[in-house]
């Protein structure tokens, strides 16, 4: 199976900062990677997927890029709505693994 | 709009079974590949199951291989999963939701839209 990593576990951030969020994969995904968001209580929201590609309606403060088998997501200026916990996933292959998440909290 | 909406869960003992369902709207539901995945609490999401748009093509994860059965209804817009010698460790919310075409093969693909979940407590 591919492990997918992400760093940092968690971060604490101010509205208006830039925040990065990174993602690793232990093999070749070869793109097949998405993003999603997750508040409490609720379901994953889809926000990027083939590494780069934004989700239809999904601000364009949020983007990705990849290097190699790091993948890296970017909120180029946080809102308050923003808070919340992110995961990677690749679906190069089954099974398809989600990383351990990444929380953005307010500082 | 496309819509996704699970019901089925709820308290079920050990060695028993449940039955989810996943109604699709807002799309030609027998186009697209169908996924379930579950995520307990305080865990990260964990993939199931995956289903082509004819259910032929079904994938299981190792954790609920022979356990569990993926099929879908393409007539009434709905696809189900089948939960058999439930566990205590089988508790979490169970999400459905609709792929981009396939779930895999491309970068192009992977999950599109998630249900809003429904809870599946194992318990004696």
């Known amino acids: 199976d591919i492990q997918m990593t992400q760093s940092p576990s968690s971060l604490s951030a101010s509205v208006g900062d830039a925040v990065t969020i990174t993602c690793r994969a232990s093999?070749?995904?070869?793109?097949?990677l998405a993003w999603f968001q997750q508040k409490p209580g609720k379901a994953p929201k889809s926000l990027i997927y083939?590494?780069?590609i934004l989700q239809s309606g999904v601000p364009s403060r949020f983007s990705g890029s990849v290097s190699g088998t790091d993948f890296t997501l970017t909120i180029s200026s946080l809102q308050p709505e923003d808070f919340a916990t992110y995961y990677c996933?690749?679906?190069?292959?089954?099974?398809?693994?989600f990383g351990p998440g990444t929380i953005v909290d307010i500082k | 709009e496309v819509q996704m909406v699970e019901s089925g869960g709820g308290l079920a003992q050990p060695g028993g079974s449940q039955r989810l369902s996943c109604v699709g709207s807002?799309?030609?539901?027998?186009?697209?590949?169908l996924t379930w995945v579950r995520q307990a609490p305080g865990r990260r999401p964990e993939w199931l199951s995956s289903?082509?748009?004819?259910?032929?093509?079904?994938f299981y994860a190792d954790s609920v291989r022979g356990r569990f059965t993926i099929s879908r209804e393409n007539s009434k817009n709905t696809m189900y999963l089948q939960l058999n010698s439930l566990r205590v460790e089988d508790t979490a919310v169970y999400y459905c939701?609709?792929?981009?075409?396939?779930?895999?093969?491309?970068?192009?693909?992977?999950?599109?839209?998630w249900g809003q979940g429904t809870t599946v407590t194992v318990s004696s």
């Open positions: 083939a590494a780069s």
């Open positions: 289903i082509s748009g004819g259910g032929t093509v079904i």
């Open positions: 996933q690749q679906y190069y292959s089954y099974p398809f693994t």
């Open positions: 093999q070749g995904v070869s793109n097949c």
């Open positions: 939701a609709k792929c981009r075409g396939g779930c895999s093969g491309g970068p192009q693909l992977g999950v599109e839209v």
């Open positions: 807002g799309f030609r539901f027998n186009d697209y590949s």
